[in-house]
């Protein structure tokens, strides 16, 4: 996720904070937590659109369905860290980096993942069939489903 990094550059130099291996572990966690989100959302968007949604409505729906999921988590994260990224601690001018960095990214994360994500989504499905892509053979959506094969 592009933006949550170029919103983690953006905290850093707003607050003043450094460049340093603290803000770059922040970064990973900022993009590690807007990712998991954005699978979050695309599972329920293609669950949706397997169900005989279009990629639209299907988007949309997920949205509306995972909304309060994906706020959970970031406000979550967030409010964890208020107290690092204010630096309230012995270490704290060293820590601040890192909380500052996970708060800018996980921001324009958290947005990203609620308005581009299924937007591309919607374009990017528009013209998708609705097959199974599993290779699974126990998948009995697959398309190398083998019926012997399968588990009991």
Known sequence: MRIAFVAFVAA??????????????GAIMAVGVAV?????????A???????????DAARQA??????????TSLAMLAGMIPMALGWSEAGSQTAPLGRAVMGGLIFGTI??????????????ASAGRTSLSVDPDDPQSTHYQKDHAVS
Do not use: H, K
């Open 12 to 25: 850093l130099l707003l607050t003043g904070s450094t460049l340093n291996i603290e803000s770059f572990i």
């Open 36 to 44: 998991a989100n954005s699978i979050l959302l695309l599972t329920a």
């Open 112 to 125: 990203a993942t609620l308005t581009l994500v299924p937007a591309a989504y919607a374009w990017a499905m």
């Open 46 to 56: 293609e669950e949706a659109r397997r169900g005989g949604a279009s990629s639209a």
């Open 63 to 72: 949205g509306a369905t995972r909304l309060r999921a994906i706020l959970m």
